[in-house]
């Protein structure tokens, strides 16, 4: 059967995805203000590339960034895809993005990474804090594992929570900072790495990003010229920290990088949903479960 025609799961929006979208539209203005402020740059393209450079492929890619925001990806990858598609459920952030970041080779929709549904198939689909985001994890990786090609690498860059002193952080930011969904699940390499495996990824792969750079890819801190210095030389130590030590790092760091692979010979129902509840089902429950609304 031709994948094209697989049954779709519903096109029906939770409340939580609701709440998130709602979110991205009203703060959309200043989110995408991060990329255009200098410290803040630097640290969120080297998270980008740092990302896509866990995966083994050349500049002739097709590439699908599932929850793009305001796009700026497209641009900081350009030379490294042959065609760019960014989606995204916030139409405010689809608005900057197809204004500022859209070319010849870039384009941008509005749509549910859930039930998102081309008629085409990418060789790698990336995903840059998304992920922790979602209420139905597993059902998002399950439909855009159906829209690699086979041999395509699904590749998603995710904050981990192992380190003590960055949950407390992030705890903190999730009380004080109301543009900061409190709704977040951070998931561990373990975990993506399990959920990876129960949907067939093969040559699962995952690394540990961002020491001393996340805070300026986050927070917009001046004055810009000491900051934008500080942010370069948090990126050069990092990525030669991260090169040295590898996964040794993966107790301490901000975020977590994980890459799988659709086997080449996939069959088209790949991607069916596992019958077993996994630790990141485990984990969306509990979460479901403490969350303030
Ligand atoms: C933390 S932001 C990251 C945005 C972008 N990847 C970046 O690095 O700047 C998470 C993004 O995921 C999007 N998102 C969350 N759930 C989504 C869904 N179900 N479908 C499409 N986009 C979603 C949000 O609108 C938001 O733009």
């Not at 960034?65 to 700026?72: M, V």
């Not at 008629?119 to 994890?137: K, N, P």
């Not at 407390?168 to 998931?187: F, G, H, M, P, T």
Request: contains cysteine; proline residues 7%; aromatic residues 6%.
């Amino acid at each position: 059967m031709n994948p094209t025609t697989l049954p779709m799961p519903g096109k029906t929006r939770s409340a939580h995805e609701t709440r998130d979208r709602d979110l991205f539209d009203k703060i959309a203005a200043a989110y995408c203000r991060k990329d255009l402020i200098p410290a803040c740059r630097t640290a969120r393209r080297q998270r980008i590339e740092r990302t896509l450079a866990c995966v083994p492929v050349g500049p002739e890619i097709s590439m699908l960034e599932a929850g793009c925001g305001a796009g700026f990806a497209a641009t900081y990858l350009d030379g490294k895809y042959s065609a760019y598609r960014g989606e995204d459920h916030s139409a405010k952030l689809i608005e900057y993005a197809r204004a500022h970041n859209a070319g010849t080779r870039a384009s941008f929709d509005v749509a549910n990474i859930k039930d998102y549904n081309p008629r085409r198939r990418f060789d790698v689909i990336l995903m840059i804090g998304v992920l922790h985001h979602l209420d139905e994890i597993p059902l998002a990786v399950r439909n855009l594992i159906r829209l690699l090609r086979p041999g395509g690498w699904l590749v998603c860059n995710e904050p981990q929570p192992t380190n003590p002193l960055i949950r407390l952080a992030r705890r903190v930011r999730k009380r004080i900072d109301a543009q900061y969904s409190n709704e977040q699940i951070e998931l561990s390499a373990a975990e993506l790495r399990e959920l990876f495996t129960r949907f067939g990824l093969i040559d699962i792969r995952t690394r540990p990003q961002g020491l001393f750079s996340t805070p300026f890819a986050e927070v917009p801190m001046g004055p810009q010229p000491i900051t934008r210095s500080l942010a370069k030389a948090a990126c050069l130590v990092d990525t030669a920290l991260e090169s040295m030590f590898g996964r040794l790092l993966q107790r301490v760091s901000w975020n977590v990088v994980a890459a799988g692979q659709k086997p080449a010979n996939a069959p088209w129902t790949m991607g069916k949903p596992p019958d077993t509840q996994g630790r990141v089902e485990r984990r969306a429950v509990a979460r479901a479960t403490t969350v303030h609304t």
